[in-house]
């Protein structure tokens, strides 16, 4: 008779494997549409909306201090004049192209953002695919050229009192014209394509990282974005209040900022080159807040215009509306445990 073994011959309590090390939760499995791109990654938590939004605007006030400090220098240095709210009086189209700068300073701030806190490829900000989609860009510029025209037209045709010029008339010269619209055209397209990025990515993305319905997540970021154009005239604020609002709804049906940085580069090309065109034009303090109801509706009718014919392009050029599907993460592989013998 043999004695029993002092050691225990059942399952062993000790565990077989690695213990996994927690894991974040898993990304929503199916595709997202554009305003919803902050659940891609599994990484949200509601903080980090409300984080970027305080980085996003902290981060650019410090550069447009550091903008004006710089610019105030220049100007001591060259002895020029000082403008009446503080800085160097660069001229007409220098002060344009400051403000011009000022405005587009904002996008690498939002990139920023966009990366930490949001903790996601900055991409994702331009659209569903992770990238701003130039093809299509160029066909949301080619659809905007006969709104544009149509709105340029009726400007023309308005009233001297209903288009709000009252200013000079005086052509300004081929050289001064085109001297202005190569500094435009170089700057336009950057400081549109930061209000698009403040307003119609990060503010429609962090409103959507909390509601689901894109009626509701537009709303927010249009009324911010009139208002962010000073208060003028009621028809003023509400033609910007529409654009925001075909903006916003044309990115989240195309799936990116491509419609709305499109026509918004078309609108500000056309304002800043009528005012280039007649001397003092670019001296006007006035916006498209300004706009009595006359030239506010010429703006909504091409607004609705254009939305109409990108719609039309979206069902036939079909750019992507919703994010590629996230992969589910590999398991932990299992231990086999030792392997046993006879």
């Known amino acids: 008779m043999t004695n029993a073994s002092p050691y225990p011959t059942g399952p062993t309590p000790y565990p077989t494997g ?16 554009y305003h919803r791109m902050d659940r891609t990654t599994g990484r949200h938590r509601w903080w980090r909306p409300l984080v970027g939004t305080l980085l996003l605007v902290c981060g650019y006030s410090v550069l447009v201090v550091v903008l004006l400090v710089a610019s105030y220098a220049l100007g001591a240095m060259a002895g020029l004049p000082e403008l009446p709210d ?30 930490w806190p949001a903790r996601r490829p900055v991409g994702t900000v331009s659209s569903v695919t992770g990238r701003l989609r130039f093809g299509w860009l160029g066909w949301c510029l080619l659809a905007g ?10 400007a023309f045709l308005l009233p001297d009192d209903s288009a709000g010029s009252g200013g000079s008339e005086t052509w ?15 700057l336009v397209p950057l400081q549109a394509a930061a209000e698009e990025y403040v307003f119609r990515g990060w503010l429609t993305q962090a409103v959507g ?47 990116g900022l491509e419609a709305a940085i499109a026509l918004h580069v078309l609108n500000n090309l056309l304002a800043f080159g009528a005012s280039a065109a007649v001397v003092g034009g670019l001296s006007s303090d006035e916006t498209a807040a300004d706009a009595p ?36 993460p590999t398991p932990y592989p299992e231990y086999p445990g030792p392997a046993r013998t006879a």
């Open 18 to 33: 690695p213990t996994p090390y927690p894991a974040a939760p898993a990304p929503d499995p199916g595709g997202h549409p």
């Open 86 to 115: 503080g800085g160097a009086d660069l001229g007409p189209l220098g002060n344009t192209a400051t403000d011009l700068v000022a405005i587009a300073i904002a996008l690498p701030v939002v990139l920023l953002a966009v990366l």
């Open 145 to 154: 050229l006969v709104p544009v025209l149509l709105l340029t037209v009726s």
């Open 172 to 186: 300004v010269g081929w050289r001064s014209f085109l001297v202005a619209m190569a500094v435009l055209a170089a």
């Open 209 to 255: 990282a909390f509601v689901r319905s894109p009626w509701i997540v537009v709303i927010p970021q249009a009324a911010l974005f009139a208002a962010a154009h000073g208060w003028g005239t009621r028809w003023g604020f509400l033609g910007l209040l529409v654009n925001g609002l075909v903006a916003g709804l044309l990115t989240i049906r195309t799936g």
């Open 293 to 328: 109801w006359s030239l506010a509706v010429a703006a909504v009718a091409t607004d609705l215009l254009y939305a109409a014919i990108v719609l039309w392009l979206a069902r036939r050029r079909r750019p992507q509306r919703l994010s590629p599907p996230a992969q589910a």
